[in-house]
């Protein structure tokens, strides 16, 4: 079982950046992909950002062109740059690792944009 660890959110004004990162507990090596998710209150859980072992990415049109995913493989970490934040970016956010045919979560991380 790998653990994922989030870090990096807070309270941002809106037309403001944060940084998140996700740390895995292990190598991952071979095909997988890592990614972003959110769930704001009420509201079922999204897909933000992914990235596969190929550095292929896709993201949800909402956040298109203003958030970008990267990963570091020597440090087993995952990003996520978010920049022009909204109101509506709010949300827990949630790193995971397809990998195996496992699919692992962190414990979220929460953002709040507002003034």
């Known amino acids: 079982q790998v653990q994922l660890v989030e870090s990096g959110g807070g309270l941002v004004q809106p037309g403001g950046s944060l940084r998140l990162s996700c740390a895995a507990s292990r190598s991952i090596f071979g095909p997988n992909t890592m990614g972003w998710y959110r769930q704001a209150p009420g509201k079922q859980r999204e897909l933000v950002a992914v990235?596969?072992?190929?550095?292929?990415?896709n993201y949800a049109d909402s956040v298109k062109g203003r958030f970008t995913i990267s990963r570091d493989i020597a440090k087993n970490t995952v990003y996520l740059q978010m920049n022009s934040l909204k109101p509506e970016d709010t949300a827990v956010y949630f790193c995971?690792?397809?990998?195996?045919?496992?699919?692992?979560w962190g414990q979220g991380t929460q953002v709040t944009v507002s003034s």
């Open positions: 995971n690792l397809q990998w195996l045919a496992i699919s692992s």
């Open positions: 990235i596969t072992s190929g550095d292929s990415t």
